[in-house]
Structures are given as structure tokens and as C-alpha cells.
DNA sequence: CAATAAATTTAGACTTGTCTAAATTTATTG
DNA sequence: CAATAAATTTAGACAAGTCTAAATTTATTG
């Protein structure tokens, strides 16, 4: 098994793959809080471990063991976090802190029981997809607000900032998950996008917009 | 908030303080698997932080704040122990090793709903009494079965052990929490006892004997 | 393309929690 | 009650993970 702090570089790694080919120290120590030098120490012990591609100044990659464990950890922190959120009645903004320390919880049988206990969900309360118990994602073609042209519609369909200012936002002005926006109008000036719900209009930022994900 | 590691010191002894007014050295090295002087290094920490009394070479108690994380842990750990078992239909044999990284997720939110989500259970599925938010137990009032004499009577209600071997050699015997049994005979030669249950005859060993409470 | 800036790594140190071996204290017993 | 045994603590070391400060490599730019 691995320490909680491998882990967490694996998971970290894992999501800033997403938009970079290779993943850099200072993105990591960025993302985890903590310093480069912290960073480079932890990377080559992974590396050790062949969980990842290592060359010196020119950052990181997952190897395949490296990505499976790490969506295992993201497994079980969206199937967590859907329990927090279905069974025990937490808001959407509550759960993230209390599923990162859940995540680490090592036994796989339990995560596939409490999967099946909760219906096998495909997406958390974020939006985000569940991987099922092989690492496999439902495939879902979503796009960011930000990247759209005025008339495009579709429905809120995930975030991708889950901090609790950020989701206490969009609640109360009631831009939740399964709202469907249509693109009224780009303000030029700020890149501002001022949203029609089926009752009004929303302005919001160019960094809201940013971090809305829809499907079309 | 508290390391892993002092947290299981706490826990340890506490457990230990049931049978001794003075917890030993010794005994927690044994009980948490570790050499005596590790345990030492952590008892002048724990002492530090006023969570123990510790009087070199005599043993420690626990203060009041100490105790109060104590049963705070074992709070958790029996209210994940039930839900392990009757939510995700795990086996009483089962849950004790993840049940024991479950304890130290840290909110008290998450267990106080996790608890009203089960609809406030009194006793783990190993009969041992969950203690309330406040940390208080119910009182019940448990004998040895190796503390009875013949003809004397109850319901098998705890076990003192929860190792898998010795569970799952009760569910075998079918002596299981809730059964009714009679003290039939002792073995004066090595204190064996036969137990009568509804429809038959169990030999069972002092050594069992001295791991099964009842209530009578 | 040389000089500066930015990113990264190395060196050395610190904390937590553990260990072994030696020293000390307490308990036991002839 | 002195001698031995048992329990406990101290001393010194180590691994994991982190840090600061210095050195090195890579990138940028006039």
C-alpha cells in the first residue's frame, strides 16, 4: 500500500494531466500546498516506485499502475461524496474536506458495496463522473461556459471548483446542476456572459463562466 | 486536532483502563503492537498535552479532555462498525480492520448524522454500547460467561474479542448476540462449560467462556 | 546569443514516530 | 534485605515528509 501522502501527489498528478501533458514541480507544489523542494523529494520516490515518469527538469507523467491508483482515489471520493450529499443530507459545498480524508480509506470491497448500496451513481454531486470499479469513466462530452457563442444552450451539467464560495455562488443564484442556459449575450469589454434561464437572466463573470461546465 | 498516532494511544488506553486503574507500559506496547519505549516517547507527549496523568515507571490515566477523545474514537468506530454491517451487509467477522481507519475521519458532524441515518443504534454488532454525541454510555450490566455457575441463565449479549477466528467460531457454534443459553455443567478438570441453548448441547472452552458476556 | 529571470534540484536540517541497546528503577524472592 | 528479575526509561539512530537556502538548469529577451 501506499502512504496518504503518495497518494495525494498520485490524485494531484492525475488532475493537472487533464490540461497539461506533462505536469510540472511548481504545479504541484501549487496544487498541494507545499514547496517545490517538498515536491521533487516525493517525485522521485514515486518514481522509485514506478508510479511515475520522472526525467529531471522536465516534469511528470502517471505510469499506467501510477493513473490506477489514482482513480481509485477519485472513486472513492466522488462515491463518498455522493453518500454525504444522497444519505446523510450535506450541501454540495460541505462534502469536499470530509470525502478527501474518506478517499484514503483503503478497503475496495467496502467502496464496491457502498457503490451498490447507493445504486451504482454515475456522477457526483459536483457533476463529476464516477469511475466504476475497473477505472472506466462514462464518457460525457461537456464544455465549458466560457467557451461558448452567444445563442449555444444546454444544461448545467458539472463544475470545475468545487470551494465552498464558489458552489454557495452558484446556489444562490441558482445556477445548479440541471438548470438549462441558453447564452444571451458576451459583454466585450470583461468577457462577462449573461445567461437566460427559462425564468431570467444571470450576469456572471468571465472566471464563473470559467468553471461551468454544460452539456449541449 | 490529534495525530493517528496519539489518537490510537488514547483509544488504547482507555480500553486498557477498563480492567486496571493504572495502564502500564507493558500493556500498551503489547496491545498496540510496539516496543516499550516508543510507547514511552508517546506517553511524554500525550502528557504535554495534559490528554494523560504520567508519572514515570507508574503507569498513566486518562485526564477528562483525554477520555473525551477516547470515547469520541470508539464512538466512531462502533457507529461505522453498524453501518458497515447492516447498510453494506458486511459480516460481524468483518469490519473491525476498516472500522478502525473509519474512526479517525475527523468531522463530528458527518457522525452524529451518520448516527441519525441509522436511526441512533445503542449497540455495535459485536454488543458493545455506542456512546451518544456527549460521550455518554448506556448502562448495561454484563456477566463473564466463565463467571457463572450451573443452572444460572441469559442472552448472549457482547463479546469481549473481536478477532475474525474467534467470531467466526460463534457463528459456527451459533452462538450468536441475542441467543438464549443455560449454564449446564462446568469441567471441574480445565473450567470447559456446556451451555444449554433452545435445542442443544455446546461444549465450549474457559477460554471462550471468558470472551462471551451476557445479560441476565 | 549573452545575460537575466524563472523553474527546479540539491544540501542540510527539523519533526514525528519508530527502533535497538544500555541504563535505571521497581518488584520479587530466597 | 541483598540479589536477581522484570519493567521502564534514556540514548542514539533511522525513515518519511517537510522546510530554507544555495546551486543548477532551462527559458526568455534585449
Given at each position: 500500500?501506499?502512504?496518504l ?10 488532475h493537472?494531466?487533464l490540461?497539461?501533458?506533462?505536469v ?6 501549487a496544487?498541494?500546498n507545499t514547496?517545490?523542494?517538498?515536491v521533487t523529494d516525493m517525485l522521485k520516490?514515486?518514481?522509485d ?6 526525467t529531471?527538469y522536465?516534469?511528470?507523467t502517471?505510469?499506467?499502475p501510477?493513473e490506477k ?6 472513486r472513492k471520493?466522488?462515491l ?9 443530507n450535506f ?9 478527501e480524508e474518506m478517499?484514503?480509506i483503503s478497503?475496495?470491497?467496502l467502496?464496491?458495496?457502498l457503490d ?10 459536483h457533476?463529476?463522473?464516477i469511475?466504476?470499479s475497473?477505472g472506466?469513466?462514462?464518457a460525457?462530452?461537456?464544455?465549458l461556459?466560457?467557451?461558448?457563442v452567444v445563442t449555444?444552450s ?10 465552498p ?11 445548479t446542476?440541471g438548470k ?6 458576451i459583454?466585450?469589454f470583461?468577457?462577462?456572459v449573461i445567461?437566460?434561464t ?11 463562466a470559467n ?6
Amino acid at each position: 500500500m501506499n502512504t496518504l501522502a503518495e497518494e495525494n501527489y498520485l490524485k494531484s498528478i492525475y488532475h493537472l494531466s487533464l490540461n497539461a501533458e506533462n505536469v510540472s514541480t511548481n504545479q504541484l507544489a501549487a496544487l498541494l500546498n507545499t514547496k517545490a523542494s517538498s515536491v521533487t523529494d516525493m517525485l522521485k520516490k514515486l518514481s522509485d516506485k514506478e508510479l511515475i515518469n520522472y526525467t529531471p527538469y522536465q516534469g511528470v507523467t502517471l505510469t499506467v499502475p501510477g493513473e490506477k491508483i489514482a482513480v481509485n482515489i477519485i472513486r472513492k471520493h466522488r462515491l463518498w461524496e455522493y453518500f454525504l450529499v444522497e444519505k446523510l443530507n450535506f450541501k454540495w459545498d460541505e462534502v469536499h474536506e470530509m470525502a478527501e480524508e474518506m478517499e484514503h480509506i483503503s478497503s475496495n470491497e467496502l467502496i464496491d458495496r457502498l457503490d451498490k448500496f447507493m445504486g451504482c451513481p454515475e456522477y457526483d454531486p459536483h457533476g463529476d463522473p464516477i469511475p466504476d470499479s475497473n477505472g472506466a469513466f462514462k464518457a460525457n462530452d461537456l464544455k465549458l461556459v466560457s467557451a461558448l457563442v452567444v445563442t449555444e444552450s444546454g444544461t448545467i451539467w458539472a463544475v470545475r471548483n468545487h470551494s465552498p464560495a464558489f458552489l454557495q455562488y452558484l446556489e444562490k443564484q441558482e445556477l445548479t446542476i440541471g438548470k438549462k442556459i441558453r447564452i444571451a449575450e458576451i459583454i466585450e469589454f470583461d468577457h462577462s456572459v449573461i445567461l437566460q434561464t427559462e425564468d431570467k437572466k444571470i450576469q456572471i463573470s468571465r472566471e464563473v463562466a470559467n468553471n461551468l461546465l454544460i452539456s449541449i
